[in-house]
């Protein structure tokens, strides 16, 4: 078997601190980690537990956390907030809800459920707080206080007031929005009233054996909204009435604050952390942050002492068993999340089930059989860019023999020059995971360096062929094309220092921007130019992710033109065409990011190789990695 290069494995990262237990109010976590919620709109349409939610709940439960908390579930009788998010209204939920918490426990974690009132959720906060009736606030009170009972009823550990990010708490704290006259508004104390009833009234409700978390914004980042020495004071006061208090930032409502909420690849890690850091340093109630954590950078905020806890979603999410692997000092085997926020940004913009672009099973753990196979077959896997390898890695899980092909000397394809610079090192190792993984699988024959071709596959009697063989970049010809004036964006990316100091880049998709980005660090002046309009460009990009990438842009002063063609390059610059007109935009170099197109001709010639042949990757079309990761995952399985 030859293998051609090896990668090691990462060093263990000597996890100590977060498998530590924590007393929170009268509940013993086995460890220090909290599954963050968030809705993976998995249920019924009125609310309900389905199998699916079921199954993603225990899947996130087995990851080895120890509190799993539930997300947007929520208080009021009414319609969930989209169709398909998580009802604690009233006993006729009773018994899915105690389902769910079983399923948890019995994985060995704590049952967690976040509280919202959804009716209020989604109305304006300065009529929530100003225009609501003193019996309409007591009866949001009312509802919360129920939905507390009937979850401790359902066997739930502890519930989570979401009181951060916009919703109704902090719409009642906020001194811009609150200028109520009766008890719940006005000064400070008043404004501090509602969480307090909320919380006081939840203690008393469920005789203080129901641990109690609330989730707060330590800032809302706007002007004239609640500043982080507010919060700090806020939380003095409802500190009696809670057991854990778990820090955040920013609003929901704000789309130009989500990439600070979940924040992309472009963005630090543990953002929230110094903020956490404050409210540790002010209170005796054990402290938990959210934002961009993995488990090194937990267990870094752990072992300082700077926080007591650490909540994260996306982690477990791309790693359904990352804590059980950490735990046993398994680092290298853990997938990890490229926060490309494929998963938020489907759910929160879209208001579509939840995916993962790494982890293909996310909101599709009941669609699969992932047994071994009865029936195993010989696979050829031809191309061993990320879609070839996680077809590769399915097939041998499924228990198929598995020969991969690469015509290079490395595993990657295209994903070694996505993964070049600065902003893209959870791609980096991302990629460096799966060479790892996939090299490391005594059920896999690699063979790098090696073309693969219709006679050789013949020779080999292949039961299937999985083509994840890439696709062509799009590079039209121009006057200046083959002086080094004109590159593809893959090779300039190789070496981005050597482009001149004025750089106009055909294509604003996600690539596009993410090398103006790169090259406006290195001091160059660089102009983005695209046939859609302005607003419209961005293609590849997550929502999420893309409101983040036109922030940095912005602030980086790269110039987009939209609605305009390159019509031609030459010794001058880029010749410009708007409307009927021409224009001269000079220029030193002109980069093409214009995207691909599969090779069709190549993917005839593989056609007849083998029973059953199955198309994957930018083969196939998509060109990310969700694309790649899925189509490999869903050819595998369907062998």
Known sequence: MRRGQSYSSVPNLAMKSIFEP????????????????????????????????????????????????IGVTGVDERPPISGRTLSAS??????????????????????????????????????????????????????????????????????????????????????????RTDRFGGSFENRCRFGIELLRGIKEATGGKLAVEYRISAEEMQPDMTTLEETLEYAKVIEPY??????????LEVDALLPFINAPSYLPRAMNLPYAKRFKESLTVPVSVVGSFDLETAEKAISNGDVDMVAMIRTVLADTRCVEKARHGRD??????????????????????????????????????????????????????????????????????????????????????????????DLRVY????????????????????????????????????????????????????????????????????LGENVVIAGAGVTGMEFALTLAALGKSVTLVDLLPEEQTGGGATPINLIALRALLQEANVRIIGETRIEDVNADGAVLQKDGAQTLLPCDNVVLSLGFRPDEELLSRFSSAADDVYIVGDAKGGGSVWNAVTSGFDAAMRL
């Open 332 to 425: 290298a085997e853990i997938r990890p999340c490229i926060r490309c926020n494929t998963c938020i940004s489907r759910t929160h913009s879209m208001f579509k089930t939840v995916r993962c672009a790494v982890n293909p099973l996310i909101g599709r753990e009941t669609r699969f059989d992932t047994r071994k196979t009865e029936a195993p077959r010989n696979v050829a896997v031809i191309g061993g860019g990320i879609a070839g390898i996680q077809a590769a890695l399915t097939a041998a899980d499924k228990g198929h023999t598995v020969t991969l092909f690469e015509k290079t000397d490395k595993l990657g394809g295209l994903l070694n020059l996505a993964a070049v610079g600065e902003l893209k090192t």
């Open 90 to 179: 009233s006993p006729l939920f009773l018994s899915g809800l105690s389902d769910i918490a079983e399923g948890i426990k019995s994985c060995g974690a704590a049952a967690g459920i976040e509280l919202v009132h959804g009716r209020y959720m989604l109305s304006p906060p300065d009529s929530v707080a100003q225009q609501t009736s003193t019996a309409e606030v007591e009866r949001i009170i009312a509802d919360f206080v129920n939905a507390a009972r009937l979850c401790q009823t359902a066997g739930f550990d502890i519930i989570m007031i979401h009181g951060g990010h916009g919703n109704v708490p902090s719409m009642f704290f906020n001194k811009k929005f609150n200028h």
């Open 242 to 251: 809670i057991d854990l208090l778990h820090v955040s930032r920013g609003l």
């Open 22 to 69: 924590i007393q929170i109010g009268s509940l013993c976590v086995k460890n220090r980690i909290e599954v963050a919620p968030a809705a993976p709109f998995l249920t019924g349409a009125d609310g309900s537990v389905t199998p699916e939610f079921y199954a993603y709940t225990t899947e996130l439960a087995r990851s080895g956390a120890g509190i799993v908390m």
């Open 431 to 498: 990629l460096d995971w799966a060479r790892r993984v996939v090299s490391q699988n005594a059920q896999i024959e690699i063979r790098l360096s090696t073309e693969a071709t219709p006679a050789l596959l013949a020779n080999a009697k292949f039961d299937a062929l999985i083509l994840g063989i890439g696709a062509k970049p799009i590079i039209p010809h121009f006057t200046a094309s083959g002086t080094g004036s004109v590159l593809w964006v893959g090779d300039a990316e190789e070496n981005p220092a050597r």
